[in-house]
């Protein structure tokens, strides 16, 4: 080998020398992985988010949804409920809200009270209906008006 030869090889001693084509290329380059790793990273951390919902939606599932029915015992060892409905005036979407107290799964006596204050009050009528597609249903409606405090409501319930 001769010693020319040698001396003028690559890392030889001799500083190299980096035009501006290389010094972009190798930003770039640089950049590419930078941003392939970014990439990769929102990737990952995408994946393990879906897989904690998944699982969070399984345990979920399993702990509320699928419930075993009341099964277990006679309906009589159950406490009876009443469910205290105070009512004034008719909205939207008023018969569908009173009517899901009739729908309830509660395997004991359920006893369903209106109060309503106002003998001429429109509700009077969308609760008579209700009823009557429930005959099999312990409901009924309370009218009068007990004025013991500044909230309507409040005083329709302590007629029951």
């Known amino acids: 080998m001769n010693a020319g030869a040698a001396h003028n ?3 030889a001693g001799m500083p190299s020398v980096i035009t501006a ?3 972009t290329r190798m930003s770039l380059n640089s950049s590419l992985i930078s941003a392939n790793l970014a990439a990769y ?5 995408a994946a393990f988010q879906w897989l904690l919902i998944f699982v969070s ?3 979920l599932q399993r702990r509320y949804v699928r419930r075993r029915p009341f099964v277990d015992r006679p309906t009589d060892d159950y406490p009876g409920v009443t469910i205290i409905r105070p009512v004034k005036g008719v909205d939207h979407g008023m018969q569908r809200t009173l009517e899901s107290s009739f729908l309830q799964e509660y395997p004991g006596p359920v006893e369903i009270l209106f109060a309503v204050e106002d003998p001429d009050d429109l509700a009077i ?3 008579s209906n209700i009823i009557a597609r429930y005959p099999k249903a312990q409901a009924r409606v309370l009218i009068g ?3 013991v ?12």
């Open 57 to 59: 939606h399984c345990v």
């Open 9 to 11: 090889s690559p890392g």
């Open 41 to 45: 990273t929102i990737l990952v951390l």
């Open 149 to 160: 405090g500044i909230n309507p409501k409040v005083n329709n319930m302590l007629k029951a």
């Open 125 to 127: 009528e969308v609760i």
């Open 145 to 147: 008006k007990d004025n």
């Open 21 to 23: 084509a290389d010094a």
